[in-house]
C-alpha cells in the first residue's frame, strides 16, 4: 500500500513539473515549440528530461565548462550538471530545470560582453572569405541602409562584416550587455532589442519587464552583485574567455527573483597560464571580452532603478 501511495505521489509530482515545462525558456515540448524557444534561437535544442530535468543538445565544449563548474566557486550561479544522456537516439546534456520553483515566471535572457562571436571565429571567416547572402538578408530586415552600394550589388555580405556590425548596432557595444529577450508571465514574447542601445531605452525594457516592482529590482540588484563576487573570485573565469554567453533572469508574482549564467557553449581556455580582466577593452589578440564591464553597468542601472 505504501509503495502504491509512493507512486502517486512521484506520478502527480511529474505531472506538476511537465506542466511547469510550458514555462522554460528553454524546453521543446513534445506536441510544440513554445515562442519563447524559437525567438531566443533555441528552438530544436531543448527537450524535457525526466525528473524536473532539461535536455539541451550534445556540446562537449558546453559539457567541459559544466563539468569544471561544479567545482568552481561560480557553481550556485549555474545550472546543476548531470551529465550525458541519450533520447530517441540523440545526444543531449542533462541539466537542472531552472524554473522548476517558480509560478508562471517572467523570464528574460540578457547576453553578455563587448561580443558574441570568438577571436578564432573572426580569424576562421577571413581565412576562408566566403559571401553571405543569409547575413545580407538579416542586415537589411534591420536597416535597408546599412550595407554599402557594393553589398547591395552582390546581395551578399562577408561574416566578419556582419558579426561586427550586428554588435555595432545594441548596448552590447555601449553597455557590454544586451537584453536578448524578454517572455512575460502573460505569456507575451518579445525580441525587439536589436537596436537597444542607449541606456535610456535598457531601462525602459527593464521597468516593463518587471512591472515597476522595486522589490523584485532589489532582489535581481542583490543577485547581480553576489554573482559579480564570484567571478572576481573564479579561477575558472580568470582563465576562460566567455562569449556568448547570458544571464537568465527569473521572477514570479510571489517575490521570488533568481539569475544564473547559461550558455557556455562558446566559453573556451585560456593558453599559457592568461588570465583576462573582462573589464579591458577588447583589442583583437587579447581575448577580453567585456563580461565583468557589462556586469558592472547592468548593476548599476539595477541600483538606479531601485532607488528612483
Not at 17 to 25: A, G, R
Not at 179 to 197: L, Q, V, Y
Request: net charge positive.
Amino acid at each position: 500500500m505504501k509503495q502504491r501511495d509512493g507512486s502517486r505521489a512521484r506520478a502527480k509530482a511529474w505531472k506538476k513539473l511537465k506542466t511547469m515545462v510550458h514555462w522554460s525558456p528553454f524546453v521543446v515540448s513534445f506536441k510544440k515549440r513554445y515562442p519563447w524557444v524559437q525567438l531566443a534561437g533555441h528552438a530544436g535544442n531543448f527537450r524535457a528530461g525526466a525528473y524536473g530535468r532539461v535536455l539541451k543538445k550534445f556540446c562537449a565544449r558546453e559539457q567541459w565548462c559544466l563539468q569544471c563548474l561544479m567545482q568552481d566557486s561560480l557553481r550556485p550561479h549555474v545550472p546543476a550538471y548531470f551529465g550525458p544522456a541519450q533520447q530517441d537516439g540523440e545526444s543531449y546534456n542533462q541539466m537542472e530545470d531552472l524554473l522548476a520553483g517558480f509560478e508562471a515566471p517572467s523570464i528574460m535572457d540578457c547576453k553578455m560582453g563587448v561580443r558574441t562571436y570568438l577571436e578564432e571565429e573572426l580569424r576562421e571567416a577571413r581565412q576562408q572569405p566566403r559571401l553571405r547572402h543569409d547575413m545580407y538578408e538579416k542586415m537589411v530586415a534591420v536597416n535597408p541602409g546599412a550595407p554599402t552600394p557594393e553589398e547591395h550589388a552582390q546581395r551578399a555580405v562577408l561574416k566578419p562584416r556582419y558579426m561586427q556590425w550586428r554588435e555595432s548596432l545594441s548596448s552590447t557595444a555601449t553597455l557590454g550587455f544586451r537584453i536578448e529577450g524578454i517572455k512575460k508571465a502573460d505569456g507575451t514574447c518579445s525580441t525587439n532589442f536589436k537596436e537597444t542601445r542607449l541606456p535610456e531605452q535598457v531601462v525602459e525594457a527593464l521597468a516593463d519587464f518587471v512591472a515597476g516592482d522595486r522589490t523584485i529590482l532589489r532582489s535581481y540588484l542583490g543577485r547581480l552583485e553576489e554573482l559579480r563576487a564570484a567571478l572576481e573570485q573564479s579561477e575558472f573565469f580568470k582563465t576562460h574567455e566567455v562569449v556568448g554567453s547570458s544571464l537568465l533572469f527569473v521572477h514570479d508574482q510571489t517575490g521570488l527573483a533568481k539569475v544564473w549564467m547559461i550558455d557556455f557553449g562558446k566559453t573556451v581556455p585560456l593558453a599559457g597560464g592568461q588570465t583576462l580582466t573582462h573589464r579591458l577593452p577588447w583589442v583583437e589578440g587579447n581575448r577580453e571580452d567585456g563580461y565583468l564591464w557589462g556586469l558592472d553597468n547592468l548593476i548599476a542601472i539595477f541600483s538606479t532603478m531601485a532607488q528612483e
